[in-house]
């Protein structure tokens, strides 16, 4: 820790709503401790540009309920190779970096994972990504906000599902995960979740007209992740146009929506927790970790685990979900 005198701080890939929070927490923790600390402006990007700038107090004042990143983010190709990489030791050479938090989800921290290793370089990780695929920790930051988001929006849709008795798929992210989708349907009252974790297991479309769901209901609301395993929600509703032609099919795309808003309650605590937790990491002499929560309590992951793990589905939310949409 003798060596660590400045942090360098930054968000990357997607964006998510408590990044700003974990951003404030990570610098007024520096502070606090005596250390430097620097924004490094469009994720890895930043480090190539040098887009790097002093970070006081006063730069995070007013940002902990702002969705998106005042860091800005961006996807840098160049940091994937060698040369690239080098580029960015060099601009944390040149500006007297010491240690580094980045804020993001597994790309980002795959990028980390390699730096790290190449130049054996201190990092700590934030799992901010609405996806809540990252192992390790029992939710990430973001995660609460889109969930809440698509909650609101299924609310809404149903007014009309109802009124016009159709059958709606609504696609909400997660590309590989079902966290959202599942999670979204208990939440909403949906009648069904089709997620990627458990295409290979059963029929998920099949499964839902047979145990018929439109027996004692004029509409319906599935929510089906962006996954190209499953299809999408596009997917989803040509299936049924062609093999259940009676029903009449809607479809909705949440897309980036999901991504913005003010964080909520639990995600600027989250973040601001996990901010904190980075900075005492870094000061534990930890390195090449992620920052996660479990059973309420933060925990140390490394990148390897974070990363090529599979962050299992909760098998009993799905028997959850069918008995509370019969």
Same mark, same amino acid.
């Given at each position: 820790?003798?060596?660590?005198?400045?942090?360098?701080?930054?968000?990357?890939?997607?964006?998510?709503?408590?990044?700003?929070?974990a951003?404030?927490?990570?610098?007024?923790?520096?502070?606090?401790?005596?250390?430097?600390?620097?924004?490094?402006?469009?994720?890895?990007?930043?480090?190539?540009t040098?887009?790097?700038?002093?970070?006081?107090?006063?730069?995070?004042s007013?940002?902990?309920?702002q969705?998106?990143?005042?860091?800005?983010?961006?996807?840098?190709?160049e940091?994937?190779?060698?040369?690239?990489?080098?580029?960015?030791?060099?601009?944390l050479?040149?500006?007297e970096i010491?240690?580094l938090?980045?804020?993001?989800?597994?790309?980002?921290l795959?990028?980390?994972?390699?730096?790290?290793?190449?130049?054996?370089?201190?990092?700590?990780?934030?799992?901010?990504?609405?996806?809540?695929?990252l192992?390790?920790?029992?939710?990430?930051?973001?995660?609460?906000?889109?969930?809440?988001?698509?909650?609101?929006?299924?609310?809404?849709?149903?007014?009309?599902?109802?009124?016009?008795?159709?059958?709606?798929?609504?696609?909400?992210?997660?590309?590989?995960?079902?966290?959202?989708?599942?999670?979204?349907?208990?939440?909403?009252?949906?009648?069904a979740?089709?997620i990627?974790e458990?295409?290979?297991?059963v =029929?998920? $479309?099949? %499964?839902?007209?047979? &145990?018929?769901?439109?027996?004692?209901? #004029?509409s *319906? /609301? @599935?929510? +089906?992740?962006?996954?190209?395993?499953?299809g999408?929600?596009?997917?989803?509703?040509?299936r049924?146009?062609?093999e259940?032609?009676?029903?009449d099919?809607r479809?909705t795309?949440?897309?980036?929506?999901q991504r913005?808003?003010?964080?909520?309650?639990?995600?600027?605590?989250?973040?601001?927790?996990?901010?904190?937790?980075?900075? =005492?990491? $870094?000061? %534990?002499?930890?390195? &090449?970790?992620?920052?996660?929560?479990? #059973?309420? *309590? /933060? @925990?140390? +992951?490394?990148?390897?685990?974070?990363?090529?793990?599979?962050?299992?589905?909760n098998?009993?939310?799905?028997?959850?979900?069918?008995?509370?949409?019969?």
């Amino acid at each position: 820790m003798a060596n660590i005198k400045c942090i360098g701080i930054l968000t990357s890939g997607g964006d998510a709503p408590g990044m700003n929070a974990a951003i404030r927490a990570v610098t007024r923790t520096a502070i606090y401790n005596e250390l430097e600390v620097k924004g490094i402006f469009r994720g890895y990007k930043g480090l190539l540009t040098g887009e790097i700038v002093p970070f006081k107090t006063n730069n995070v004042s007013n940002i902990i309920q702002q969705g998106g990143t005042i860091l800005k983010t961006a996807r840098c190709i160049e940091f994937r190779e060698p040369e690239g990489r080098k580029i960015a030791y060099e601009t944390l050479q040149k500006e007297e970096i010491d240690a580094l938090v980045v804020i993001g989800g597994d790309g980002s921290l795959t990028g980390a994972r390699i730096f790290a290793q190449e130049y054996e370089f201190p990092i700590v990780g934030l799992p901010g990504t609405i996806d809540n695929d990252l192992y390790g920790t029992d939710t990430t930051i973001g995660y609460d906000t889109a969930l809440n988001t698509i909650m609101e929006a299924v609310d809404k849709i149903r007014d009309t599902a109802s009124s016009h008795e159709r059958l709606f798929f609504i696609e909400v992210m997660g590309r590989d995960a079902g966290f959202l989708a599942l999670n979204g349907a208990i939440a909403s009252g949906a009648e069904a979740a089709i997620i990627p974790e458990i295409w290979t297991e059963v =029929d998920q $479309l099949e %499964e839902l007209i047979k &145990n018929g769901f439109r027996k004692s209901k #004029n509409s *319906s /609301i @599935v929510l +089906v992740a962006e996954s190209e395993i499953t299809g999408g929600a596009m997917g989803m509703a040509e299936r049924v146009q062609k093999e259940y032609p009676q029903y009449d099919v809607r479809v909705t795309i949440l897309g980036h929506i999901q991504r913005g808003g003010s964080p909520t309650a639990c995600d600027r605590i989250l973040a601001s927790r996990m901010g904190e937790a980075a900075i =005492d990491a $870094l000061m %534990e002499d930890q390195r &090449n970790v992620m920052i996660g929560i479990q #059973n309420d *309590s /933060i @925990v140390y +992951v490394p990148f390897s685990k974070a990363i090529k793990k599979e962050k299992p589905i909760n098998r009993d939310l799905l028997n959850t979900l069918r008995i509370l949409s019969t």
